[in-house]
């Protein structure tokens, strides 16, 4: 995938994701109106299909609720790609179907710069900067529940 990068820091939590006020909107695409519109708030208008997400440590920490994820997915976004996760979100976001990549070197990527991504192997080039990174690529079944968009269809699938 290729797409451009939208920035953010360290410890991004699920209210900065989408606001609790939001929280009785039910479709991935309702809850990408307000994705992020508390801390960047021309985000939701001009997110494009495909473009990803960069951050530093502990991204989506917070509460336990799959609205944040749901919120990422309904904007169409390529990956996420952070230092590290909080691990609810991480399994949230799998298995909502959200791509999602820990990057050491995350830091290096700036908000603006053209990535390429290749999630079966977690490398990442940087098209701006002519770098290259490695991310902990995701495991086999882990990316076939994000292919398959989720866990619900991935499951579907299996017992087909």
Not at 73 to 88: H, L, Y
Request: charged share 25%; proline share 4%.
């Amino acid at each position: 995938m290729k797409g451009k990068v939208w920035k953010f820091g360290d410890d991004i939590d699920t209210d900065a994701v989408i606001p609790g006020r939001y929280l009785i909107m039910n479709t991935p695409e309702e809850l990408a109106a307000h994705a992020f519109e508390g801390v960047r708030a021309e985000f939701p208008k001009k997110v494009q299909e495909n473009d990803i997400i960069v951050a530093g440590n502990n991204f989506g920490c917070g509460s336990s609720r799959e609205h944040a994820p749901l919120a990422l997915k309904g904007t169409k976004i390529g990956c996420v790609i952070a230092k590290s996760f909080a691990r609810i979100f991480f399994r949230n976001a799998i298995n909502i179907g959200v791509p999602l990549l820990e990057c050491s070197e995350a830091d290096r990527i700036d908000d603006g710069d053209i990535l390429e991504v290749d999630l079966a192997t977690g490398v990442i080039k940087n098209m701006t900067k002519n770098e290259q990174y490695q991310a902990t690529p995701l495991p086999d079944f882990v990316r076939g529940i994000v292919d398959s968009g989720g866990l619900i269809e991935y499951a579907k699938k299996m017992v087909r």
